[in-house]
């Protein structure tokens, strides 16, 4: 097994001038986990209402000066969605580089179903109370598995101008110990708030290996920020199982637009706010039998 950070062996995920090998999709919500209740239906039950008809709204994606950009269509609109490869992946390295406005819930999804909303998910939630470098299971019970959150630093005119730890006191969406209990290994924030450089681009590692219930390691400019053993998740309807039965061992990977609901609303996606990538490359290690 190669060390993650030496770059033989990648090649390139993105050609860098189109969408060819990659396809946009709307951001449609399953079942809440495999064969359990739909989580349109839960948030309803809560008050919570995201955009309606979503299957008929696509994400926009393009290719800006050699840049993937990623941003809800119409800008404000509230309807996010996927950029998904045509190809699925089993054992794996991803490179990429990465530059989110501010908010720009975004991330990147692992063994993502094809025909569902379900897979194993990096966040990269650049919002208010967002994590970053940690997982949520998509479709998977919506496991949360987090070592930390940030909020915006604002300067005298509350204009955003860089990172900080989220105040538990105030957070929308704290991080709790059984958060980080999940994770087999979890930065500080600190570490993370040491080489996070705001408003530029920054490089997302990921390493997922292990067959239908991998272990996935998190990296941001060269700092483990988080691992989580897919296999040994303790959360509320999770069941490793039932998870590598609807999974399987290989899957898709997919770039994120969120959407926005009533929890967040445009503190999830603000209007107009992008996420642009770039450099995004693999090293594909096949499927673990």
């Not at 919500?29 to 359990?36: K, S």
Request: aromatic content about 10%.
């Amino acid at each position: 097994m190669h060390d993650v950070m030496n770059d033989e062996g990648y090649v390139p995920l993105w050609d860098g001038a189109g969408l060819e090998g990659w396809r946009v999709i709307p951001r449609v919500y399953g079942a809440l986990y495999p064969g359990g209740p739909a989580v349109t239906e839960l948030m309803a039950e809560h008050g919570v209402k995201t955009p309606p008809q979503p299957e008929k709204h696509l994400p926009r994606w393009y290719v800006e000066d050699g840049e993937l950009v990623g941003e809800q269509n119409p800008p404000g609109s509230g309807y996010g969605g996927y950029l998904i490869t045509d190809t699925a992946y089993g054992d794996f390295d991803l490179a990429l580089e990465m530059k989110p406005d501010w908010p720009a819930d975004t991330g990147v999804m692992l063994h993502r179903r094809s025909d569902d909303w379900s897979g194993f998910q990096v966040l990269v939630d650049h919002r208010p109370s967002g994590g970053i470098g940690g997982f949520f299971g998509n479709g998977l019970a919506s496991f949360s598995a987090v070592p930390f959150a940030v909020d915006a630093v604002l300067d005298e005119s509350g204009r955003p101008v860089g990172l900080r730890p989220d105040d538990p006191d105030t957070s929308v969406e704290a991080v709790t110990p059984e958060k980080i209990s999940r994770l087999t290994y979890a930065a500080s924030v600190e570490d993370f708030l040491s080489v996070w450089r705001w408003a530029d681009w920054n490089e997302l590692r990921i390493r997922c290996i292990g067959g239908a219930l991998p272990t996935i390691t998190t990296w941001i400019n060269g700092v483990k920020i988080a691992e989580v053993n897919t296999a040994s998740i303790e959360s509320p309807n999770y069941d490793p199982a039932s998870v590598a039965e609807w999974l399987g061992s290989t899957g898709h990977i997919a770039l994120e637009v969120h959407d926005n609901d009533d929890m967040f609303g445009e503190a999830r996606w603000g209007r107009g706010a992008q996420c642009r990538w770039r450099n995004i490359r693999i090293r594909d290690y096949g499927t673990e039998n």
